[in-house]
Nanobody, 114 residues
Framework: VQLQACGGGLVQPGGSLRLSCAASGSTSRIGAMGWYRQAPGKQRELVGI???????NYADSTKGRFTVSRDNAKNTAYLQMNSLKPEDTAVYYCYARRVLKEYWGQGTQVTVSS
């Protein structure tokens, strides 16, 4: 499975961004898809994740502001980020799990700054 993420960039505090992650290759039986992030000097952490049935799980820091969704027909997951804060600045990594293996995208930078 290959994951291609796009949509990062620079946004002002309070703004919005939408990331997308397209899966290709052996996409049948992909279970969970979602996003993690890693800020400088910090460990990678969960942002939000969605399983094949549509159930979601979010970090406390993103709950209520971020929304993960997916289009199974397009093998694509989305991350809608609203009310962005400077502490959301990080490299965001797309994630997918298929059977018992995990896959990661290349990462896209999100910078929240005035």
């Amino acid at each position: 499975v290959q994951l291609q993420a796009c949509g990062g960039g620079l946004v002002q505090p309070g703004g919005s961004l939408r990331l997308s992650c397209a899966a290709s290759g052996s996409t049948s039986r992909i279970g969970a898809m979602g996003w993690y992030r890693q800020a400088p000097g910090k460990q990678r952490e969960l942002v939000g994740i969605i399983n094949s049935g549509g159930s979601t799980n979010y970090a406390d820091s993103t709950k209520g502001r971020f929304t993960v969704s997916r289009d199974n027909a397009k093998n694509t997951a989305y991350l809608q980020m609203n009310s962005l804060k400077p502490e959301d600045t990080a490299v965001y990594y797309c994630y997918a799990r298929r059977v018992l293996k995990e896959y990661w995208g290349q990462g896209t930078q999100v910078t929240v700054s005035s």
